[in-house]
């Protein structure tokens, strides 16, 4: 348990459909990050939130949209997917982005199939 | 282009034996840390690095940061089928950097 939790753990959507991935941290951290990890990619970063202000958009397309309400929750409203974008997507939090030497701690990720 | 690369990226030994995974880099690095992730789950942090040279050890798993600071390793004695695993290494450009930069993994099997 790492202090960071995700839901769904498993998603499976239809290139129509609209979903959210939501991710709760419960560490007191300020930075939360999304990242997408792939068979054959190492861990991509999509997202940076700090203090609740988006800080980094690593050129990730528009149907993927993240919202961060307060320090603590995330979320990544998905929408028109394409069955490319099936992954398993990861939510992290830190400290702070300016602060400490980056040790991001990770929640168990969302498996998500796009039919 | 990999800023961090892993070797080996697969690597399958017995029960008993050791082993070492490298994470090299033409960059140098503020800090460094190495994830350990079982299938299912996200990384979990195993350790940081800061300081050149720096050798820390975690029971049987012994990390070093090398002394340019673009490098590092992570030696691991007398496997057991619970360090199965993918090890991620992940480094920090600066401190205060947003982003960490992720190697590829080295995808770790312990055969009883």
Redesign the interface.
């Known amino acids: 348990e790492t202090g960071v939790t995700q839901t769904p753990r498993h998603l499976v959507m239809g290139m129509t459909n609209k979903k959210s991935l939501k991710c709760e941290q419960h560490l007191g951290h300020n930075a939360m990050y999304w990242y997408k990890q792939s068979a054959k990619k190492p861990l991509e970063l999509m997202f940076v939130y700090n203090f609740k202000e988006q800080t980094e958009n690593n050129s990730v397309p528009s149907r993927f949209s993240p919202e961060c309400p307060n320090s603590s929750h995330l979320f990544l409203h998905l929408h028109t997917l394409q069955p490319e974008d099936s992954a398993l997507y990861l939510c992290a939090s830190s400290q702070d982005v300016v602060a400490g030497y980056g040790e991001q701690f990770f929640g168990p990720g969302t498996r998500l199939t796009v039919l | 282009t990999?800023l961090l690369e892993q070797s080996p990226q697969f690597l399958s030994i017995q029960e008993g034996e050791n082993l070492t995974v490298y994470c090299n880099s033409s960059s140098v690095f503020?800090?460094l840390?190495w994830?350990r992730q079982e299938p299912?789950?996200?990384?979990?942090?195993l350790v940081?690095v800061?300081t050149g040279g720096e050798v820390k050890k975690l029971k049987r798993l012994t990390f070093q940061f090398g002394d340019a600071r673009k490098d590092s390793s992570l030696h691991i004695t007398a496997a057991q089928p619970g360090d199965t695993g993918l090890y991620?290494c992940?480094g920090?450009l600066s401190?205060?950097?947003?982003?960490?930069v992720?190697?590829?993994?080295t995808r770790l099997t312990i055969n009883p």
């Open positions: 990999q503020s800090s840390q994830y299912g789950e996200g990384p979990v942090l940081t800061v991620l992940a920090a401190q205060g950097a947003q982003k960490l992720f190697g590829q993994g």
